[in-house]
């Protein structure tokens, strides 16, 4: 009985659609493919190109978002372009930062700044401490612009001091928790502490 159907339904396919044989007339329509020169997350972490987002650029991403979920932002205004820029600088201290964090010269304030961590391997090079100094002042100076300037953008008016200040605090507790195992630290008290 299968086999008198299976004719049956092969000789109606010939008569009908032309078919020679059952397979001629199944359609394969594969699907639509578009190529990009770019790789996908999965290709990168299979490749080892992949990398996580680093915790500096988390908090610019999150800075920036925080902005812009209140209004429309226009960062061409003046307030904009500084917050910009100090983005810019603090970016491209990261490395440097880094570096004088793990070495033990460098902690996070309980004000949101950076201070220096006197070692006394310090005290016999004098070329080295200043560079240190130079890159907090540098460092210290953007982040401020930042507080201001995202505060200056989400109320539309010059921030009061205290309001930089309290700013500043929570961006340190921020810090604390993104800090690296062996990073100081100062608690709210001014203990320093090694997280």
């Excluded at 339904?9 to 199944?26: D, E, I, K, R, V």
């Excluded at 460098?106 to 240190?132: A, V, Y």
Aim: overall charge positive; aromatic content about 14%.
């Amino acid at each position: 009985m299968k086999n008198w159907f299976f004719l049956f339904f092969s000789l109606m396919l010939s008569f009908f659609w032309g078919c020679t044989s059952w397979p001629s007339c199944c359609l394969i329509s594969p699907p639509e493919i578009s190529l990009t020169g770019e790789k996908t997350s999965i290709e990168n972490q299979i490749i080892g190109e992949y990398r996580e987002i680093e915790p500096e650029a988390w908090l610019e991403a999150s800075v920036l978002s925080s902005v812009s979920d209140h209004k429309k932002t226009d960062f061409s205004s003046p307030a904009g372009q500084e917050l910009y820029q100090a983005f810019k600088i603090r970016r491209n201290l990261a490395d440097q930062v880094r570096l004088y964090k793990t070495a033990g010269f460098l902690g996070e304030n309980n004000q949101g700044f950076l201070e220096f961590r006197p070692l006394p391997i310090m005290k016999k090079n004098k070329e080295e401490h200043s560079r240190i100094i130079k890159i907090i002042k540098e460092e210290n100076k953007a982040r401020f612009t930042v507080f201001k300037n995202i505060l200056r953008l989400n109320t539309n008016q010059v921030p009061a001091k205290e309001q930089i200040t309290f700013f500043g605090q929570e961006f340190a507790k921020e810090q604390k928790a993104l800090a690296q195992k062996g990073d100081w630290w100062q608690k709210d008290s001014g203990e320093w502490v090694k997280k």
